[in-house]
Every structure is written in structure tokens, then in C-alpha cells.
């Protein structure tokens, strides 16, 4: 796949090239292409001066990172401890049944990627979905279902 | 436009000058915008209230301050209103105009927002009285109602950077590492290690740089209490890692914070600018020789960065894998150089410490863990929330007098601490006195702070295996015995839950968690069967139950359990019917409906849809 090289290069410019914010730097560059192309990760490895097998480990290693191009919307389903007694798993079932994808899984028409997280830190509103940014509190599986019509 | 602060004097005509400017008295609205009240809303009561001002010409006379989290999540979103301290909860966009007409321009209260006392039905006025923060001591996340987080001023006109100001003019390091070492102040990332004697090390260590970090991967599933003090009190930190700086000689630092948490991020990075522009990090702080500068990295998404050599890996560019410590990281951390790392919490308790004094921090908590600590009190629990409390309060205390007890007239079954490294600890140790000693003496750990309440409902094994699938999966497949072992502990469980469980398999798992713990590296492994241990100790009947009757007691594992209709409840009201994904329930209008086993996915739709409870799990 042809990438615009020079979106690699303004995302590792603004973080003057330091090595240290590797992690951050993969992430913005995903934010951009939307995963992490090939393409992208051998410039990042000229450009920062170490090996692909270094950036290829780190982008291997990290769960935030997708090699594979993702949906436009991203559903994480969080199963941390709080979520996962109040039923978080039934969530991610009924999301996994209505998408027919497996968590990990893109839709076909890569409307949505579906993952699940261990916690968002919002354990209090268990079982708890984001979406893209917007997080949802509370669910249950009726209302979970509700919710995907808004994105398109 | 900010000036920089020279000296210590240009601090406290500021901060003179910002008390001045904000009366108490003033009418102030207070609203929450902590992660949970945004995820119910609060957005959109703040655009209201300011809409509403605006239209009523009350805009000068009446203040909004959004603040970070106040902890109370369960009842957001949620307003107080100053002078009176009135505390709304559950407020909804609707409220906005009749809060604006009644409370601020008519001073009554709106009876129906108030919050009702559970056990005595009464109904509460003012935020201190609400049994949920009463019996609470927040000396170090109390702020968060007060402040705006993008304020570097609001964070000042309460006395912030005194500490600092306090440290650089009127002690020396090793005064400061004294002070910090006999306030018996432990790491509350988990290890509990006592803090000024880290930095007593790290300081010592030869080699320059020395590095400063700042342990934000909170990845412990069911505890948020690091991010809600980065979201809502982000200098609280700063000022807690600048101190630790200048007492072991370093000047740069490191914020390590995970993605998932991007307006800590966000609000951090505010705070380090506003800093920076004051003076009060970067170069010369407050006009001394010495220079200090935070870096904001990001994590990725492994539970296993949050060990601090994995979390040093990563911080190189390197694959989050831990190393064995036989030189510890204050030596040989970072780039191989000495390196301090701290927790969120830890750093935020340090201003205090020099602030008010170590003799005043001492008197808090036990004889062996000092001052508060901050627990996410969640799960199965009335009042869900962040508490801080003093170390030895009883868990009795916390779940029953400050969490109000367990929902639904349902039995308390267990409370699992210290993430999944921790243990679930059961009724008959309720009285237990909560710190670091005595939760790794009944088989489970403070960890950094998580509690999650279970009752009658939830299932010992299945959260074994729960948190066995968790650390399986965060594993990152340096050491066998870790890599292997939570997998064949994990294939163990899954067989019991399944109905495969055979005779031998609890004896199996023991000796397995043994060998795990004793030979891998790091602290995950050395930790990853405490839940599955501890749930063998104090929970052996349900295991027994699972694999010599085939049969889960707390009506949980899919294989073991089947949904029926209680004829007797049925209204045939055709709810469960809809809500079906696979077609298993018959009936008609007036026949009490019918679940077919054969097709049943056992997905728990139709306990969830069903008001009349008539769908039984057995």
C-alpha cells in the first residue's frame, strides 16, 4: 500500500525524533492511517535510526497497536474486574452476536472493530462501553445494542 | 499571562493576591467532570447552567467551576452549591432551569436531588453529612472538589507548591529523605516499599542522570484511583515528583500514563505548561540554580509495563518485558542509570508530608502503614465510588458504613483486593483491619487499592479463572513457568467451569501456583496465583461443588446451569420471547411462557429483559 510518507515524518517530528516516545509516536501515526502499515513502520525505523526489528517488537508487543486496517468506529468493551461481575461478558456476547465478529474482529464493511479492554477506569458505571470517545455506563444487553445505530 | 516566580515571596504574593480574588462567600456552582459524571451526562449540564446564567444576567454574580472527579461516581452526575454546600446528585439537563429559578436565585432547596440516606431513609442537605464522604479522610483527594484542574491558580490559592517552596529554601535533600523516610510513607502502586528509603538509595547510587518517574500505567482491572487524581489534581503530583527531584538529584522526569486515560493526559500536559510558565519546573525553579523537566510518554496497552523494569523497557523503546532485579532499578533503572519511580498516589502524598510535617503524617493509619490510602470501591456494592480512608479501618467499615452495603437484599460473598494479584478475602475476615501487613497476611495484597465487592451471585471459580485468563493474557511469555503455567492453571479452570473438572484438579492447581510463583522474575508471576490460592482457601466447597456435582452454587457457569420460567411468575407478557437471540422461548398472550434447553445459547437476555423476575437459574 502506498502511505503519505510525510504524515509519518510530521508525527515523529513532533516529538523531535526522541526514542523514548516510540510508544506515542506508533499511536499518532495509527490515530493518522488508521493502523500501522508496513510502509509506516520501516520510516519510522530510518528515521529514529533503529532497527525494524526493534519497531516491529514494540508494535507486535502493545495491544493498542493493529497491523491490519481497522474499522471507522471502535467499540471497546471493558471486562476489568468491576465490569466483568456486573456481566460485561453478556455485553461483549451480544455485541459479538448483532456484528457476527469475534472480539478482535472488523466488520466486513469496516463500520466498527470490536475489542475488549481491561478497564477503562470508569468502574463505578460497570458494565462500561466506549465508542470511538463517547463512554457508555450501565448496560445492559438490550441497551448496548441501541446504541451502534448513531454511527455510521 | 503568567510571571515567573523568582523567590519563595513571589509565591506568596500570588498566593495572597489569588485568595483575595476568590471569595468563599461568592455563589458558586460546583460541577463534577470527573470520567464517570461525563459518561452520565455532565457535559451537558454544564453548557445549561451556563446557558441559563447567561439568560437570567447571572453570569457575574454566579460561578461554575468544573473540577475533576469527587469520587461519589455511583450518584453522579453530580453539583454542589456554594456557600451552603448543597449537594445535588443525579442531576439531569431538565434540572438546570428550576436549580438556576429555586436554589440560586430563590434559596430553596430542590428536595428531589437530594441524596437519601439508604439505611434511615433520610434525605441529606449538605455535602458533609453524606455518610459516603463523612466517615472518609481525603486529605490528599478532598481537593479534587474544590479545584479546576487546567488552574495552576486554584491549585496555588490552596496552598500549593508551599511544600515545594518549603523543600528548596528551608531543608536539604537529606533533610527531605529523613522527613520522607520518618513519616513511614510505602509505595501505593502495591509493592509498599517504604519511599524514603528508595530515594535514599536512588540518591546514593553512582552514575549521572539520575531519573524521576511517575508510575501512571494503572492497570489493575477495578482501580481508577490514579487516574482520577491526574484528571482532577494534576499538580498535586507534579509538585510531590519536583521534591523528590531535588532530594535525589535529578532533573529529568518521566510520566509513564496510559492511553486509556486521555484526559489525564490531557489535563497533565495543562499543568505541566502553567508550571513551566510560573517557574515552578523547567529551568531555575523558583529561582534556584536547580532545573527540573517532565516528559509525558504514553503507554500501550499492557497490564505488564505497570512492573517498573517493563515500564523502563518501554520508556527506552523496547518491548515492555521486565528483567530480573538482582541490581534494583535505583541503581541501574533507565538507560542503566539510577532511576526512582513512584506511583501516582505516592507522589501526590509527598507535599503533604513536607507541607505539614512528617510528625502529622505519622499519626495516621497503623503502626506499620502510615496515612490514607485511596481505595476504588466497586462491584457489588450500594455506594461505588473512589474512598480515601486512614490505613487500618476495617473492611466491615468500608463496605457496610461507607458503601451502604450490598444491593438487592443479596449476601456479601467476598471482596477481592490488590487487582489480579491480590486474593478474594471472605465474610469471616471482614473485620480485618485494612493495610499492607495484614492483607498479604491473609493471602492477598493492597495492590493499588482496588476493591471489588461479590455477593451470593458471583461465582469464586469463575473469578479464578477470571483473573488466571487476565494475567495468561498480560503474561508477556518471558518465563516459562509464567507463560506455561497461568495457561495450564487457566485450561485447569476452564475444564472446571465446564463441567470437566476432575478429582485431583484443586491439588494440581496448588502445586502449580507454587511453581509459578517461585520461578518467575517478576512481580506479576510471582503474584498470578494469589486469586486462584486464596479463592482454593476460603472458597474449597464451591470448587467441590463444581467438580464432584457438576454444579455451580452461585448459578454462574454457562455449562453447569440451565434458565427455566416460573410458570407461578409468568405474566406472558412476551418480553423474554423478544428479546431471544436464538428463538428458545415459546408461548402466546395468557400461556406462561417456556424455555427450549436444546436451543437456549444461555446469553441471560431473558433475566435481564424479564420485570417480573419468573426466569430462574438453576
Not at chain 2, 498566593?15 to 483575595?20: E, T
Not at chain 2, 451552603?84 to 428531589?112: A, M
Not at chain 2, 517493563?310 to 521486565?322: I, V
Not at chain 2, 476495617?394 to 494479584?421: H, M
Amino acid at each position: 500500500m502506498e502511505i503519505d510518507v510525510s504524515k509519518v515524518d510530521e508525527v515523529i517530528d513532533s516529538f523531535s525524533g526522541d526514542l523514548s516516545q516510540l510508544i506515542g509516536i506508533l499511536q499518532d501515526i495509527q490515530a493518522n492511517l488508521n493502523y500501522l502499515p508496513r510502509e509506516a513502520l520501516v520510516r519510522v525505523s530510518e528515521r529514529l535510526e533503529i532497527p525494524i526489528s526493534q519497531v516491529f517488537g514494540v508494535a507486535t508487543f502493545f495491544k493498542a497497536f493493529s497491523l491490519t486496517p481497522r474499522g471507522r468506529h471502535q467499540i471497546n468493551v471493558c471486562l476489568g474486574t468491576a465490569c466483568h461481575v456486573r456481566g460485561g461478558a453478556r455485553i461483549l456476547g451480544k455485541l459479538e452476536r448483532d456484528l457476527k465478529i469475534e472480539a478482535g474482529g472488523t466488520t466486513e464493511d469496516l463500520r466498527f472493530t470490536l475489542e475488549s479492554v481491561r478497564c477503562l477506569g470508569c468502574c463505578s458505571l460497570g458494565p462500561v462501553v466506549v465508542i470511538d470517545n463517547d463512554t457508555y455506563g450501565r448496560l445492559n444487553q438490550e441497551k448496548v445494542a441501541k446504541l451502534l445505530d448513531q454511527y455510521e | 499571562m503568567r510571571e515567573r516566580l523568582r523567590n519563595p515571596e513571589n509565591l506568596e504574593r500570588l498566593r495572597q493576591k489569588l485568595q483575595k480574588e476568590r471569595d468563599p462567600n461568592k455563589r458558586r456552582i460546583t460541577v463534577c467532570a470527573g470520567t464517570g459524571c461525563g459518561a452520565y451526562g455532565c457535559g451537558e449540564i454544564i453548557s445549561a447552567l451556563k446557558k441559563e446564567l447567561k439568560k437570567r444576567k447571572l453570569q457575574q454574580d454566579v460561578e461554575i467551576k468544573v473540577t475533576g472527579c469527587h469520587g461519589f461516581c455511583e450518584r453522579g452526575p453530580l453539583l454542589v452549591i456554594n456557600p451552603q454546600k448543597l449537594f445535588y446528585q443525579k442531576v439531569q439537563v431538565e434540572d438546570v432551569p428550576e436549580i438556576l429559578s429555586e436554589t440560586i436565585e430563590k434559596g430553596n432547596v430542590i428536595d428531589r436531588l437530594l441524596y437519601v440516606n439508604p439505611v434511615t431513609g433520610e434525605k441529606i442537605v449538605h455535602e458533609d453529612e453524606v455518610p459516603f464522604y463523612k466517615l472518609q479522610e481525603r486529605i490528599i483527594f478532598g481537593s479534587n472538589g474544590s479545584i479546576d484542574p487546567t488552574s495552576i491558580e486554584d491549585y496555588i490559592a490552596i496552598g500549593g507548591y508551599r511544600a515545594l517552596a518549603k523543600a528548596f529554601f528551608d531543608m536539604s535533600p537529606e533533610e527531605i529523605i529523613e522527613s520522607v523516610k520518618r513519616s513511614g510513607l510505602r509505595g501505593r502502586g502495591g509493592g509498599g516499599f517504604p519511599t524514603g528509603l528508595k530515594w535514599e538509595s536512588c540518591r546514593k547510587a553512582p552514575g549521572e542522570p539520575r531519573y524521576v518517574i511517575c508510575n501512571a500505567d494503572e492497570g489493575d482491572p477495578g482501580a481508577y484511583m490514579d487516574r482520577s487524581l491526574l484528571e482532577g489534581n494534576p499538580h498535586s503530583v507534579l509538585e510531590g515528583m519536583v521534591i523528590g527531584a531535588y532530594a535525589i538529584g535529578s532533573n529529568q522526569g518521566h510520566v509513564f500514563v496510559r492511553k486509556e486515560y486521555p484526559l489525564a493526559v490531557q489535563n497533565l500536559r495543562i499543568a505541566l505548561q502553567q508550571a513551566e510558565e510560573y517557574g515552578l519546573l523547567g529551568e531555575g525553579i523558583l529561582g534556584t540554580g536547580f532545573d527540573f523537566s517532565v516528559r509525558i510518554n504514553r503507554g500501550g496497552g499492557a497490564f505488564v509495563c505497570g512492573e517498573s523494569s517493563a515500564l523502563m523497557a518501554s520508556l527506552e523503546g523496547q518491548p515492555g518485558e521486565p528483567r530480573a532485579k538482582h541490581i534494583h532499578t535505583v541503581i541501574s533503572g533507565l538507560y542503566d542509570k539510577p532511576t526512582n519511580l513512584n506511583n501516582v498516589e505516592t507522589w501526590a502524598n509527598v507535599p503533604l508530608i513536607i507541607d505539614k510535617g512528617d510528625q502529622w503524617y505519622a499519626q495516621l493509619g497503623t503502626e506499620g502503614s502510615k496515612g490514607t490510602k485511596i481505595f476504588s470501591l466497586v462491584g457489588k456494592v450500594n455506594n461505588t465510588g473512589l474512598v480515601e480512608v486512614p490505613m487500618g479501618i476495617t473492611l466491615r467499615e468500608i463496605v457496610y458504613d461507607i458503601g451502604g452495603g450490598i444491593p438487592g437484599g443479596k449476601k456479601f460473598k467476598a471482596v477481592q483486593t490488590g487487582g489480579p494479584s491480590g486474593g478474594c478475602i471472605p465474610e469471616s475476615l471482614l473485620d480485618l483491619p485494612v493495610d499492607f501487613d495484614r492483607l498479604t497476611e491473609v493471602g492477598s495484597m493492597m495492590g493499588s487499592g482496588g476493591m471489588i465487592v461479590m455477593d451470593e451471585g458471583n461465582c469464586m471459580v469463575d473469578v479464578a479463572k477470571y483473573f488466571i485468563n487476565f494475567l495468561r493474557d498480560e503474561s508477556c511469555g518471558k518465563c516459562t513457568s509464567c507463560r506455561e503455567g497461568t495457561q495450564r492453571m487457566y485450561e485447569i479452570l476452564d475444564d472446571i467451569t465446564e463441567g470437566r473438572g476432575k478429582r485431583g484438579d484443586v491439588e494440581l492447581l496448588e502445586e502449580l501456583g507454587w511453581v509459578v510463583a517461585e520461578a518467575s522474575l517478576c512481580a506479576l508471576g510471582g503474584t498470578a496465583p494469589n486469586p486462584v490460592l486464596s479463592t482454593i482457601q476460603y472458597f474449597r466447597d464451591e470448587y467441590e461443588a463444581h467438580i464432584k456435582e457438576k454444579r455451580c452454587p452461585a448459578g454462574v457457569c454457562k455449562a453447569l446451569i440451565q434458565y427455566t420460567i416460573d410458570s407461578e411468575l409468568c405474566t406472558a407478557c412476551g418480553r423474554c420471547r423478544k428479546a431471544c437471540p436464538s428463538d428458545a422461548i415459546s408461548g402466546a398472550k395468557k400461556v406462561p411462557h417456556k424455555i427450549d434447553q436444546e436451543k437456549c445459547i444461555k446469553c441471560g437476555m431473558c433475566v435481564e429483559s424479564c420485570k417480573f423476575d419468573a426466569v430462574k437459574v438453576q
